[in-house]
């Protein structure tokens, strides 16, 4: 399995940006497809977006559509949520997470993203 960690959440305003950042151990990221979820106190986890191994097929929450942004550099083995016009809504805890399977992301279940990263609070002011 691959091991996450996830950075650059923060305080942020009304209208602002953050970039989440999730780095990933081990030699094989570039065979994992990654996705964003978020988490709010009372609110069940969402996965706001899913990038598949190459960057190539990408899928977003209807809640995000236009705002933010997912990429991957698997020569860094990294991933990114660039997020913009933020919301205070949009405040929670942003996991990553990796799955290992061979599936169209648009198919994809939250139960397919077996590694997770411990993290990051985001917290939007109004």
């Known amino acids: 399995q691959v091991q996450l960690v996830e950075s650059g959440g923060g305080l942020v305003q009304t209208g602002g940006s953050l970039r989440l950042s999730c780095a990933a151990s081990g030699r094989t990221f570039s065979s994992y497809a990654m996705g964003w979820f978020r988490q709010a106190p009372g609110k069940k986890r969402e996965c706001v977006a899913r990038?598949?191994?190459?960057?190539?097929?990408?899928a977003y929450a209807d809640s995000v559509k236009g705002r933010f942004t997912i990429s991957r550099d698997n020569a860094k083995n990294q991933a990114y949520l660039q997020m913009n016009r933020l919301k205070p809504e949009d405040t929670a805890v942003y996991y990553c997470?990796?799955?290992?399977?061979?599936?169209?992301?648009?198919?994809?279940?939250?139960?397919?993203?077996?590694?997770w990263g411990q993290g990051t609070q985001v917290t939007v002011s109004s």
């Open positions: 997470a990796a799955a290992l399977v061979g599936k169209n992301i648009a198919t994809m279940s939250d139960d397919d993203f077996t590694s």
């Open positions: 990038i598949n191994w190459s960057g190539g097929s990408i």
